[in-house]
């Protein structure tokens, strides 16, 4: 009988611990969907709030008051009973590298901790449950920066030897480059002291070696251009490869341009003319040629001031095969030369072809940017550059927004 009785004692407690057990997953399964619920709900607030606050930014109004007042309008008031909404912003510093073209910027972060009355955890001692969701958006101010640090000169060619820029080593050519130096993705080369003359803090900056400039910076790893996966890709798109939307215009008859942007599929058919462009570009779709204006000619006028194209006074499609020296047959050569007093303002971007800059005649002969895979001078003239990045291709950085994880 005894043995009975302590059997029937045995089974109650196992009923009981199995009644909490019962209660315990009741809980968990009850109490627990609602707190991910209330959790899910939250983050979906935290993130459109943190949204609205760089929105808000970004035009100028109240960061804080914007991401309240999402966050109130998705059920989460900041009451300090059901739910706390913390909202934290941090500057970035423009040129910290944080935001594209070194802009400045806010991080915003916005916190939601959220409360639920439990139901079945009560049984457990637990009359509440409380969890915080996060969310964070980077907002970045608008900025345009000038590619290559505003160079006025820029030669791609990565070579170490092969110089992407060389003032010339046989001749008796004299650079003066106005608003802006010299940038090699390589070496960079000048015959003496004297060859090439700079503004006051301007230098060549050059990714390897630099000889022989009174103001040069070298072996500038930091600014090594991936060449050509970097160019390619802030190359506007080709206008005149057949795609729908194409906005090149066909070349047409005789040099002068205006209001668009034109196909030049031969480049040649332009030497000895005096190339006028008026609110126009150049979209040269030419692989090989040899424009020299022999006997006469040059460019002259201003390139288109909007779309993706402003700035941009000649664009040279990109050959696979670069041009390895001025003298190279079957690749890109050009040679930009005195036009007799012309002006011309804009941006040539030739990133496969060697551009040969000969005397200009005129120290207001050149406003302009010149790009190229190799830029050379094997004239003796006077080689004058005034840059002025206004006319001239920079690189927009719109606002941007991201929501970090």
């Excluded at 607030?45 to 100028?60: F, I, N, P, S, V």
């Amino acid at each position: 009988m005894k043995n009975q009785v302590s059997e029937r004692g045995q089974a109650l407690i196992l009923i009981t611990l199995a009644m909490i057990g019962l209660v315990g997953f009741g809980a968990l399964a009850i109490d627990g969907a609602r707190a991910l619920e209330a959790r899910r709900h939250a983050q979906n607030a935290a993130d459109a709030a943190a949204l609205a606050a760089a929105l808000a930014y970004q035009k100028g109004g109240d960061i804080t008051t914007a991401a309240q007042a999402r966050a109130s309008s998705n059920g989460f008031d900041d009451n300090g009973t059901t739910n706390d909404v913390t909202i934290t912003v941090s500057n970035i510093v423009a040129g910290s590298g944080a935001c594209p073209g070194d802009a400045a910027g806010r991080d915003i972060t916005v916190t939601i901790v959220t409360t639920i009355k439990t139901t079945f955890a009560r049984v457990l001692g637990r009359n509440t449950l409380s969890g915080p969701v996060t969310a964070t958006t980077r907002a970045c101010a608008p900025t345009i920066v000038e590619p290559f640090g505003g160079a006025a000169v820029a030669g791609l060619n990565p070579s170490l030897t092969s110089c992407a820029y060389d003032s010339g080593n046989s001749n008796s050519a004299h650079w003066t480059l106005h608003g802006g130096g010299i940038f090699s993705n390589g070496c960079a080369y000048s015959k003496n002291g004297g060859s090439v003359s700079l503004d006051p803090g301007e230098c060549a900056v050059a990714v390897g070696p630099a000889y022989n400039f009174t103001c040069m910076q070298q072996n500038q790893t930091s600014k090594a251009v991936n060449y050509p996966t970097d160019i390619l890709a802030k190359m506007p798109p080709n206008p005149c490869d057949g795609t729908p939307g194409d906005v090149g215009l066909p070349q047409g008859s005789g040099s002068t341009f205006s209001n668009g942007i034109y196909c030049i599929s031969d480049l040649d058919a332009l030497d000895k003319e005096d190339i006028v462009l008026n609110n126009a570009t150049l979209y040269v779709t030419d692989m090989v040629f040899d424009l020299k204006f022999a006997g006469g000619g040059g460019f002259n006028g201003s390139p288109t001031t909007s779309g993706p194209y402003a700035g941009y006074y000649m664009i040279v499609a990109y050959n696979p095969t670069p041009c390895p020296t001025f003298t190279a047959k079957n690749a890109q050569t050009m040679i930009l030369r005195g036009n007799s007093g012309g002006t011309f303002s804009g941006t040539i971007l030739a990133p496969s072809a060697c551009i040969d800059v000969r005397g200009n005649g005129e120290p207001s002969g050149i406003y302009t940017q010149i790009i190229g895979y190799n830029v050379t001078s094997n004239g003796n003239a006077e080689v004058y550059i005034n840059y002025n990045p206004n006319p001239s291709l920079n690189d927009p950085f719109e606002p941007t927004i991201t929501l970090q994880k």
